[in-house]
């Protein structure tokens, strides 16, 4: 198990030590111990989600809030609108908090290109929405959440096994990411519409950079911008495209 897979199972541990002694999460916690910079990354990410379950718990309904909606619905017109009343005021800047502090890892800096965001969202670890070894299953459940589909991938990804895949908001665009495997080594595939997405290769020849301790390369079809991010070898990516 390299980091990048430890990174991929820890992306399941719950902040609290609930699951600890999960016999699935066993390696990856194990691998975590004894390599200092994925101890260093695990810490941030539970430090991450304990932040964020902490806001969760800190978010109450105003005790004046069923009141409030009752009196709204008999309000008349010279009422002040809902939307403008203290308790829902208190309410939006609760969630404004927790949604500030839920996207900090997740919102693409501005200017960055699509290269960069995959390299970095790849880096800083995630969870798949759907997992399936069934590569049409992805596809199709990309489809109803309107994710991009790639037009074509190159030959080489038939000796690949799918593992899942889930949809990504990039500058306020629709992405989907798609993560294949081949002897322990995860491919993970970003897949945008041409016209949304800035950055990367003009056509199908392969651009290819080193970064973060991660492998990646960008090309595009006449339909979508594709980037793939690796934790291999610079040879296993060039070997399949």
């Known amino acids: 198990m390299n980091n990048e897979e430890a990174k991929f199972t820890l992306g399941a541990y719950r902040p609290g030590g609930q699951d600890a002694r999960d016999p699935a999460l066993a390696d990856a916690l194990a691998q975590a111990k004894q390599d200092p910079k994925l101890g260093t990354w695990f810490a941030a990410a539970q430090a991450h989600d304990a932040v964020i379950a902490a806001k969760l718990r800190e978010i109450r309904p105003p005790a004046d809030l069923r009141a409030a909606i009752l009196a709204g619905a008999r309000a008349g017109t010279t009422q002040r609108a809902w939307w403008r009343q203290p308790v829902w005021l208190a309410a939006a800047a609760a969630v404004a908090v927790l949604l500030s502090v839920a996207g900090w890892r997740l919102t693409p800096v501005r200017g960055e290109m699509m290269e960069d965001f995959a390299v970095n969202y790849v880096d800083k670890g995630f969870r798949l929405q759907k997992r399936s070894g069934d590569l049409a299953v992805l596809q199709a459940w990309l489809g109803e959440h309107r994710g991009p589909l790639p037009t074509e991938l190159p030959a080489k990804f038939a000796e690949l096994s799918a593992l899942g895949c889930r949809k990504l908001d990039f500058r306020g665009k629709d992405v989907s990411l798609v993560c294949f495997e081949r ?7 970003f897949v945008a519409r041409r016209d949304e997405a800035p950055g990367g290769a003009p056509d199908a020849t392969p651009r290819f950079m080193a970064r973060k301790n991660l492998v990646a390369a960008t090309w ?8 793939i991010v690796s934790g291999g070898k610079m040879a296993d990516l060039k070997g399949l495209l």
Request: without cysteine.
């Open 183 to 189: 002897d322990g080594t995860v491919f993970h595939v």
């Open 220 to 227: 595009a079809d006449a339909k979508n911008r594709y980037v």
